[in-house]
T-cell receptor, first 110, second 117 residues
């Protein structure tokens, strides 16, 4: 079974629209990370959330960590074509390995 | 953030040959590196953990004799795909954990596209 459930799997929107990606689990995490990966490249770390209820902003991206530290969301405001990519949430498992959700493919068309 | 490089970025080889992929941490020392495999439009699947000075630990289902990992120094890990077959064609990505950064941050290389003919 997957440690992290990401949804939706695929999201196609027009430039200027908003979108939200979700990452959920039945387990409690000490921290959670969000990455973006563009085709043919490695993932790039966007943010690490640590505290329950925490909200972090990175320009038009807003990251939230659930109060119970079991879920997180990524919200993009006024999406642009440059936001296109595979968004991955990741957590450290009990063996100290970074495990990823299935990913959300976001496509923003002009 | 920290920089991790991979070489080569792309390799095409014939079936039955072996291919070596290098992963380097450029501005920090990494006692632990990780190797992932990614199929098109899918997430990253952890293959193995590379530990400097000791044997790698492999995830369930990953053949250690096929995917040889060597972590020769604190800045270099190599993955050798032995006797490659077309089904080994994939995108291989390494990452390194920077022990000096907070929250066990892990930085990824740009990946290596392996095509086995």
């Amino acid at each position: 079974t997957q440690l992290l459930e990401q949804s939706p799997q695929f999201l196609s929107i027009q430039e200027g629209e908003n979108l939200t990606v979700y990452c959920n689990s039945s387990s409690v995490f000490s921290s959670l990370q969000w990455y973006r990966q563009e085709p043919g490249e490695g993932p790039v770390l966007l943010v690490t959330v640590v505290t329950g209820g925490e909200v972090k902003k990175l320009k038009r991206l807003t990251f939230q960590f659930g109060d119970a530290r079991k879920d997180s969301s990524l919200h993009i405001t006024a999406a642009q074509p440059g936001d296109t990519g595979l968004y991955l949430c990741g957590i450290w498992d009990s063996w100290g390995k970074l495990q990823f959700g299935a990913g959300t493919q976001v496509v923003v068309t002009p | 953030g920290a920089v991790v490089s991979q070489h080569p970025s792309r390799v095409i080889c014939k079936s039955g040959t072996s291919v070596k992929i290098e992963c380097r941490s450029l501005d920090f020392q990494a006692t632990t590196m990780f190797w992932y495999r990614q199929f098109p439009k899918q997430s990253l699947m952890l293959m193995a953990t590379s530990n400097e000075g000791s044997k790698a630990t492999y995830e369930q289902g990953v053949e250690k004799d096929k995917f040889l990992i060597n972590h020769a120094s604190l800045t270099l890990s190599t993955l050798t795909v032995t006797s490659a077959h077309p089904e080994d064609s994939s995108f291989y990505i390494c990452s390194a954990r920077d022990p000096t950064s907070g929250y066990n941050e892990q930085f990824f290389g740009p990946g290596t596209r392996l095509t086995v003919l």
